[in-house]
């Protein structure tokens, strides 16, 4: 399955952006369907967005129009571009398959909106 290593993540003031990335360091990347999921404290772990292999995308309501998800198959690496953030954008953000395999959460990385 290979070890997913997120980054990217930070501390930005509300309506600004971060850009997420997700590096799948072993498994053939470039047929595997990719999500983004989030967990935010004291609530469950939710699908951000998704990608196909071939670059078909979805999103979750609550991010349609400021988040995009890309991916370059050369680099085995999956984006998550997140602009007008919001403070309940604030989260952990990880990478997994979608969909998700139990076995395959890395650490995550923290993304927090405030002023």
């Known amino acids: 399955q290979g070890q997913l290593l997120e980054s990217g993540g930070g501390l930005v003031q509300p309506g600004g952006s971060l850009r997420l990335s997700c590096r799948n360091s072993?498994?053939?990347?470039?047929?595997?369907?990719m999500g983004w999921y989030r967990q935010a404290p004291g609530k469950q772990r939710e699908l951000v967005a998704r990608?196909?292999?071939?670059?078909?995308?979805n999103y979750a309501d609550f991010v349609k129009g400021r988040f995009t998800i890309s991916r370059d198959n050369s680099k085995n690496t999956v984006y998550l571009q997140m602009d007008s953030l919001k403070p309940e954008d604030t989260a952990v953000y990880y990478c997994?398959?979608?969909?998700?395999?139990?076995?395959?959460w890395g650490q995550g990385t923290q993304v927090t909106v405030s002023s």
């Open positions: 990608i196909t292999g071939g670059g078909s995308t």
């Open positions: 072993i498994m053939i990347f470039s047929v595997t369907q």
């Open positions: 997994n398959f979608y969909p998700a395999l139990s076995g395959s």
